[in-house]
């Protein structure tokens, strides 16, 4: 079969993400290392998902839900790091490397609206090809399909406390003279805040939804401000 052939063959293309739930199946019994798992293999299944859509370059969606769910696994590698293996951390530097390849194109398709970038696309699309065909991708794939959590208790509060503290220093240090490079590192904190609240949301505080709530209007305000000066 023809590389072709294999990338439209009905059985090979996985479901349309946006068609799929992706919930955390996990109770306030389970042990940390279980919860880690879930989350990981949840965000994993959405990854490779959107694989297709990002592959063929039609959808932008896709490459933003792609890009989402590797930092969404990152995320939970470094809230659940007690409970995993210590080549964890070289699963998320590996993670680290795909969103940038993924990151060049999403930038450059928001920059699109505004000038004529095709050439530019071209180029970033092949540079995702090549990386989504290469054998430090399917490695990748594998390292994280492997990741199994210990069996440690679960301290979901804990767990928040932790990187809620991180994230009042940085905004306590925040005033109107600012840099931008300043406020963006608040802002990449209070996103990671969210995905820790978001993968312990099920057995946590009901506050917790509102703090969710409330990175999220963080985030597009501190957004929408790194876009005015982009």
């Known amino acids: 079969a023809t590389a072709m052939s294999e990338l439209f063959d009905e ?18 019994h389970d042990s940390m290392g279980f919860v880690a798992t879930q989350v990981i293999s949840a965000n994993l299944k959405r990854l490779k998902a959107n694989e297709t859509g990002v592959r063929l370059g039609f959808e932008e969606e896709s490459l933003h839900d792609m890009r989402v769910s590797a930092r969404r696994i990152r995320a939970a590698i470094r809230v659940f790091k007690q409970a995993l293996p210590k080549h964890a951390q070289k699963t998320g530097d590996a993670l680290k490397q795909l969103g940038r390849v993924l990151g060049k194109k999403r930038d450059l398709d928001v920059l699109s609206a505004y000038t004529n970038l095709s050439r530019e696309i071209a180029q970033a699309h092949q540079l995702i090809f090549r990386e989504l065909n290469s054998r430090h991708y399917s490695d990748l794939i594998r ?14 509060k804990k767990l928040i406390k932790r990187r ?15 840099r931008d490079k300043e406020l963006h590192t608040l802002r990449i904190s209070i996103k990671k805040l969210r995905y820790a609240c978001e993968f312990l949301e099920a057995v946590s505080s009901p506050k917790t939804k509102q703090l969710i709530k409330d990175c999220r209007r963080m985030q597009d305000i501190l957004g929408d401000h790194q876009d005015a000066i982009f």
């Open 143 to 156: 390292s994280i399909g492997a990741l199994k959590g210990k069996n440690i208790k679960l301290n979901s």
């Open 164 to 178: 809620l503290e991180k994230t009042l220093k940085l905004a306590e240090s925040i005033h109107p003279k600012s």
């Open 11 to 28: 059985n090979r293309i996985p479901p349309d993400p946006r068609q799929v739930l992706y919930p955390y199946r996990y109770t306030q």
